[in-house]
């Protein structure tokens, strides 16, 4: 079987393990991506980071941070050299980039299935309406990263197979515990994210100050909330218990997690946003720490039974999870324990490469 990947997502190092691992299913791989991302988080230059049995390749990409109307001038080129079985667009229905790819694969004779994140269900203009239809109707098979975006595809009209999986996993070799875990001391709190209004970082701040006894929170992200969330650090009087870090490259994000008690995803719904899935959760979950998220969209089905969940924007719920795990650091453990396990069962990225080759031989099977 012979696939093409289109992904902007892949530019990201620890996310081409799922590459890695659908090529070892026996897939002649080849990823393209673009030479880098750009969003209010900030630029993403590709990495190449693991690449071992398949082709990684970097195309142009126009309107670079437009999710509208980015689209690779190169495909059709691409996609007619490389005569793919399946064309994989890891992008949603609605924007240039995959219809434009849907074109470049029938053109070729191949199969296409897209992926969408999009759990808020909306109506787009022309021609985005346009795309998302011509999408839908040359896709027999879907992949949606959570159950809101499975039920948005069935409700526009969407008659093909949806597979409900996360765009990537977690590998359990690479994020993993420390050796070593402090038993005492104060209690090591972080993030790591955008630092935009609807992550709630303002909200950890706020919960944070209102701790009894030592902790420190550590903050690693960019984003146009930076600025102001440090001055609410200084105006709250906790500027010295928090840390403040530049966005991480994802091979330095296993050290980070692995220095922390718990990790905080305190996101707010907003109404043209709410938490598609939070891959953090499971990154640190994987490494053994304790998890805290709010209530915001797909959040509590990524947690399960593994961490706590408070209501979003409740600041002394989050202070009540974050106060009892300062009290009672074996709580912690435990939770690290539980979502080590629930990762190794659910998230890993054997297990997103298996189910996504799975859609592969669906589109094979299927009349084209």
């Known amino acids: 079987m012979r696939v093409v990947l289109v992904s902007k ?59 509208h109307l980015h689209h690779y001038p190169t495909l059709f080129r691409e996609i007619n050299q490389l005569r ?32 969408t994140w999009q759990n808020l269900y909306r109506t787009y203009p ?46 359990p070799a690479i994020f993993v515990p420390p050796q070593t875990s402090a038993s005492s001391g104060p209690l090591r709190i972080g993030y790591a994210g955008g630092l935009l209004p609807e992550k709630g970082v303002d909200l950890l701040l706020r919960a944070s100050a209102a701790l009894q006894g030592a902790w420190q929170l550590e903050i690693v992200g960019s984003g146009s909330e930076k600025e102001s ?14 840390d403040w870090g530049n966005r991480l490259s994802s091979d330095q ?22 938490e598609q899935f939070g891959r953090v959760l499971i990154e640190a979950m994987a490494c053994g720490v304790a998890v805290v998220g709010s209530d915001s969209g797909e959040i509590p089905n990524v947690i399960g039974d593994a961490g706590l969940i408070f209501p979003e924007d409740d600041c002394p719920a989050l202070t009540a999870h974050l106060q009892s795990l300062l009290v009672d650091r ?6 690290g324990q539980v979502g080590r396990a629930r990762v190794i069962e659910n998230f ?12 592969y031989q669906k589109l094979l099977g299927s009349d084209q």
Not at 230 to 237: E, Y
Not at 330 to 335: G, I, K
């Open 9 to 67: 997502a892949l530019v990201v190092g620890a996310y081409q393990r799922k590459a890695e691992e659908i090529a070892r299913l026996g897939v002649d791989l080849t990823v393209l991506i673009p030479p880098f991302w750009r969003d209010r988080r900030g630029m993403q230059v590709a990495e190449q980071t693991h690449t071992a049995g398949y082709e990684l390749r970097t195309i142009p990409l126009r309107f670079n941070g437009n999710f």
């Open 84 to 115: 793919p079985d399946v064309v994989h667009l890891d992008e949603e229905p609605y924007n240039l980039a995959t219809w434009h790819g849907v074109g470049a694969a029938r053109r070729a004779g191949a199969a296409v299935t897209f992926f």
């Open 126 to 171: 022309p021609p985005f309406r346009w795309f998302e239809r011509a999408v839908y109707a040359a896709s027999p098979c879907a992949m949606a990263g959570n159950r809101d975006a499975a039920a948005v595809l069935q409700r526009k009209g969407y008659a093909g197979q949806i597979t409900v999986l996360p765009q990537f996993g977690v590998d």
């Open 229 to 242: 969330l440090r001055r609410l650090s200084k105006q709250l009087g906790i500027d010295h218990d928090v």
């Open 253 to 274: 994000m296993p050290n980070f997690y692995q220095k922390l008690d718990v990790l905080v995803l305190p996101s707010r719904t907003l109404p043209n946003w709410k």
């Open 330 to 335: 074996s709580v912690a453990r435990q939770l």
């Open 348 to 359: 890993t990225m054997r297990q997103i490469a298996t189910k996504t080759v799975a859609v």
